[in-house]
């Protein structure tokens, strides 16, 4: 056995070295920031004897010589899930899937990894949260047999990976990395030294072995991130599955991605068979949308190189006493309250008095300008009580003044539309999309009633 290396406490802000924990950092003064790492080693590679000639690491090769073959990728057997990697799994790579507790990430790899080893990809879970016999409860749950699927109960980076090295694994999941846990730091599972280092392990495993690993990250309600923030430079591809507990979708955002590009998004809907991807996400949030009610506007948003058609809810209603509310799921408070105040002075719509209410169906987040317009259209029709179009898009940015302006990427949003059977758009425009829909130009949302009443 190796001696327990030294560790030190360094200082995130300034990286002064402490040889005990402290609250404050003697360097900066900064509470909080100090960090558990292990001692670099001295004497041994630190020695000039060794410093002269070390050639036992790989040469350099020229760009030229290396084959531009592309490596071939597993299949998860989930299209969406491949999709988001940029077209399945990288040997080697590292993947960490972000989301909040309860979301279904350990669902999703569950069923990756039955998919894995029927496809003969040897796969292994290592199970840190849950026991053997909780997982095997979600896999007598899921469509796929997870029967062949081979679980470890561990939290040793150390003996993950040396049981994920003696089976051969080509997929190794990590459930989760803030369970993990190595004997080299003292900090106890989840400090973010402990994270830090298992993922850096993890890392040098998956590189040196070329198996591809799967760290799952646990994320808290309100975006405040624990872990995987931390981790976000090491790994290289970030996916964070997102959505509303209310709902049954899930969407699933690759926020980084050293192997295909970013911001693609997956769409499953968790059953009680588990994840099911979701193929046409357009029919599946507008599901059920009920055509002739006030305060409901349809927008498409581009998510990574897809349009997806969702629906807005607004619903004004008289306040009670005091200050009215604002509610809004899917949408920024700050950006519903500055949609709120253009609709109050420059649409002359009066909503002070009024309690209001704004909803994204299917559990989806507005992150784009363009859906500013529905926005206001569904705000407008609520406190009109007169139903939208049923068959209208709406599309455009809002600015301070109450003009409309256009956005990017219109002739796909306006094509998705078209294949959803829709016949008509609102939007803000510059020359002349290609297009079947009938465009309504709208230039300033002074218009939206007039144009909604022609
Ligand atoms: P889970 O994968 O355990 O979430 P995470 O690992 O992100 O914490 O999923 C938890 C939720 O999913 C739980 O509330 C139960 C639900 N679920 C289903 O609805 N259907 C299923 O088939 C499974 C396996 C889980
Ligand atoms: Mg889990």
Same mark, same amino acid.
């Given at each position: 056995m190796t001696p327990k290396r030294r560790s030190v406490y360094r200082c995130a802000e300034c990286g002064t070295d402490h040889p005990k924990w402290a609250g404050?950092?003697?360097?900066?003064? *900064?509470?909080?920031?100090?960090?558990?790492?292990? /001692?670099?080693?001295?004497?041994?590679?630190?020695?000039?004897?060794?410093?002269?000639a070390d050639t036992s690491g790989r040469p350099p090769v020229r760009l030229a010589d290396v084959s531009p073959e592309r490596m071939p990728r597993f299949g998860t057997g989930l299209a969406e899930f491949d999709f988001v990697l940029g077209g399945g799994l990288v040997p080697g790579s590292v993947v960490l899937i972000g989301g909040e507790p309860g979301i279904g990430k350990s669902t999703l790899l569950l069923q990756a990894a039955a998919h894995l080893e029927a496809a003969g990809v040897p796969t292994l879970? /290592?199970?840190?949260?849950?026991?053997?016999? $909780?997982?095997?409860?979600?896999?007598?749950?899921? &469509?796929?047999?997870?029967?062949?699927?081979?679980? =470890?109960?561990?939290?040793?980076?150390?003996?993950? *990976?040396?049981?994920?090295?003696a089976h051969g694994a080509r997929v190794l999941i990590v459930d989760s990395i803030q369970t993990a846990y190595t004997d080299e730091l003292d900090g106890?599972?989840?400090?973010?030294? $402990?994270?830090?280092?298992?993922?850096?392990?993890?890392?040098?495993? /998956?590189?040196?072995?070329?198996? &591809?690993?799967?760290?799952?990250?646990?994320? *808290?309600?309100?975006?405040?991130?624990?872990?995987?923030?931390? =981790?976000?430079?090491?790994v290289d591809t970030v996916v964070y599955f997102e959505g509303e507990p209310s709902s049954g979708f899930r969407v699933l955002r690759a926020t980084k991605n050293r192997f295909g590009s970013v911001d693609e998004v997956g769409v499953f809907e968790m059953t009680t068979a588990g994840l099911v991807p979701v193929a046409n996400p357009s029919a599946a949030f507008l599901a059920g949308r009920a055509l002739d009610t006030a305060g409901s506007a349809v927008t498409a948003l581009m998510e990574g190189t897809r349009p997806v058609l969702v629906e807005i809810q607004a619903l004004a209603a008289k306040a009670g006493f005091g200050t009215p509310q604002r509610v809004a799921t899917g949408l920024e408070h700050k950006r519903l309250a500055v949609l709120l105040a253009v609709l109050e002075r420059r649409g002359g719509f009066p909503f002070r008095d009024l309690d209001v209410f704004i909803n994204v169906t299917g559990g989806v987040r507005l992150v784009e300008p363009a859906s500013d317009l529905a926005v206001v259209a569904a705000l407008v029709s609520s406190v009109t009580d007169r139903p939208l179009p049923p068959d209208a898009l709406f599309l455009g940015e809002v600015g301070l003044g109450?003009?409309?302006?256009?956005?990017?990427? =219109?002739?796909?949003?306006?094509?998705?539309?078209?294949?959803?059977?829709?016949?008509?758009?609102?939007?803000?425009?510059?020359?002349?999309?290609?297009?079947?829909?009938?465009?309504v130009a709208i230039a300033h949302v002074a218009e939206l009633g007039s144009k909604l009443a022609a």
């Open positions: 404050r950092c003697d360097g900066c003064g *900064t509470w909080n920031a100090l960090v558990e790492e292990i /001692a670099e080693r001295t004497g041994r590679s630190g020695g000039p004897a060794n410093r002269r879970y /290592a199970a840190g949260e849950e026991s053997v016999e $909780q997982v095997r409860l979600r896999a007598d749950r899921i &469509a796929e047999d997870a029967g062949p699927v081979l679980v =470890l109960p561990e939290v040793r980076v150390e003996a993950i *990976t040396a049981q994920a090295a106890a599972p989840g400090n973010v030294g $402990q994270v830090r280092e298992c993922a850096a392990r993890l890392m040098r495993f /998956a590189k040196g072995s070329g198996a &591809a690993v799967f760290l799952v990250g646990h994320v *808290t309600r309100g975006g405040i991130i624990a872990g995987p923030k931390t =981790l976000e430079h090491v109450g003009e409309v302006r256009p956005v990017a990427g =219109l002739d796909r949003r306006l094509a998705e539309a078209e294949r959803q059977g829709f016949r008509r758009a609102f939007a803000s425009i510059r020359g002349r999309p290609s297009s079947r829909l009938d465009i």
